[in-house]
């Protein structure tokens, strides 16, 4: 039985937003107390299910969490654990499923036999609105909440796939403000704008990724810069490599890669490495990693944008079981970032990798 919605807070509502409030302080001890699982979790490559230690055998609710980020992504790690965590802490089993490689069809096909398995709610990334939208309208009229996150259906609200919410931040700011704060880095730093640049995109089609490259493109625009093209540089970070090692070759003018994530990232740090490009190309990014932490300090990498992983992870966990549990709906955007990271950021930023895996 899924619970209603409700208008008001009650006093059973209100006792779950004390569990969120001592989840909180949970989450400190926990992570200061240990860093590896404890008792009663299992953890398999491609299917995180997790129930408290101590709990019944049977979880109170299951929760699917459905991600087109598999294993060969480093920046999932920390998603997978946050809401891995959110579950033992909670007693509810969820189950996180994500593709070898990229595929649309999989995220459809993976969500379409959740939903036949009748779980008590969907966690799920809009990575492809137009693919996902009947799936998902006839999930949601089915009866099961389905809580969006990472990647959000960027049509108007009457348009968009009717879900509770949206935990993650906004991709085309995420893209706007990156390459705002890179044109005014190369102004204050360098006395000119870029006199050329070009955006690294792993995914096409990837509405997030798409998103992000356009808040690049209009902030150029905004800027009176010509907007930089997108290059298709593949999640294979080797052929990410060459790729961008032939553009360059073939566009000697060009100062800054802009990439979408460490898939795009990692291969041209390494780049500008082996080239001996240091100081005459440089990289800014969005997501973060121990890989990319170490660029920004030695003057390869600009900036970073963080939208918070592990958040991703606990935050839509903890939301579900809210709304099935005590009626409580949330807020339509509960936003994780963006937030620009420069070496001023480094140490709040390392403590938070340490701690979780990602930032």
């Not at 208008?7 to 209100?14: C, E, R």
């Not at 200061?32 to 008792?39: L, V, Y």
């Not at 810069?225 to 360059?248: G, M, Q, R």
Request: charged residues 20%.
């Amino acid at each position: 039985m899924h619970a209603k919605r409700t208008l008001g807070i009650s006093s059973t509502a209100w006792a779950g937003i004390a569990i969120v409030l001592l989840i909180i302080g949970i989450v400190a001890g926990y992570f200061a107390g240990s860093s590896t699982a404890k008792p009663g979790v299992t953890t398999v490559t491609k299917t995180v299910t997790t129930t408290v230690s101590g709990a019944p055998t049977k979880a109170e609710y299951t929760f699917y969490y459905i991600s087109h980020g598999g294993p060969g992504d480093p920046w999932w790690a920390p998603v997978i654990k946050g809401a891995e965590l959110a579950g033992k802490l909670l007693g509810v089993k969820v189950i996180y499923e994500g593709p070898e490689k990229y595929s649309v069809k999989w995220l459809v096909d993976t969500l379409e036999a959740a939903a036949a398995r009748h779980p008590d709610g969907i966690i799920i990334t809009i990575t492809n609105y137009q693919a996902l939208d009947q799936p998902l309208r006839k999930v949601i009229a089915s009866g099961i909440p389905v809580i969006a996150v990472n990647v959000y259906d960027p049509r108007p609200p009457d348009q968009r796939i009717p879900y509770m919410a949206y935990v993650g931040q906004d991709e085309y700011q995420a893209g706007y403000k990156l390459a705002e704060f890179t044109i005014k880095w190369f102004e204050k730093n360098l006395g000119h704008p870029p006199k050329a640049a070009v955006i690294a995109i792993h995914e096409v089609g990837h509405i997030g990724l798409e998103l992000r490259a356009k808040g690049i493109q209009d902030a150029f625009k905004k800027a009176g810069l010509t907007p930089p093209p997108k290059l298709s540089t593949t999640t294979d970070v080797t052929k990410a490599y060459n790729i961008l090692k032939s553009y360059l070759q073939a566009h000697p003018n060009v100062e800054v890669i802009f990439t979408l994530g460490p898939l795009g990232a990692h291969p041209a740090m390494k780049l500008i490495k082996d080239q001996g490009l240091k100081g005459k190309v440089y990289v800014a990014t969005i997501d973060l990693d121990d890989q990319i932490l170490k660029g920004i300090q030695d003057g390869i990498v600009i900036c970073g944008v963080s939208q918070q992983p592990f958040a991703q992870g606990f935050l839509p966990v903890v939301f579900m079981y809210l709304y099935v549990k005590y009626g409580i709906k949330p807020p339509d955007h509960i936003p994780t970032g963006p937030t620009i990271i420069d070496k001023s950021m480094l140490n709040l930023v390392q403590k938070q990798i340490k701690e979780t895996g990602g930032a």
